[in-house]
């Protein structure tokens, strides 16, 4: 039993890498085609940095109320 989920976490790992690797080298042709896009990329930080703050800050407030 441990073995097979041994196995079947490690062929997850190594499905995620697979597509994940691919999905970086698509972008960096789409991102090279359409300078643009490439512009705008660098901007994603900016937008997305304060929404997992506030996503952060909310959970960790909900975690340490008291249940009623």
Not at 27 to 52: D, H, M, Y
Request: net charge positive; hydrophobic share 65%; glycine share 4%.
């Amino acid at each position: 039993m441990k073995f097979g989920i041994v196995a079947a976490s490690l062929c997850v790992t190594v499905i995620l890498t697979w597509g994940a690797a691919h999905l970086a080298i698509l972008s960096t042709l789409w991102f090279g085609e359409i300078p643009e896009v490439a512009k705008a990329v660098r901007l994603f930080p900016v937008f997305i940095l304060p929404i997992v703050a506030v996503a952060i800050y909310r959970r960790r407030t909900r975690a340490a109320m008291p249940a009623l």
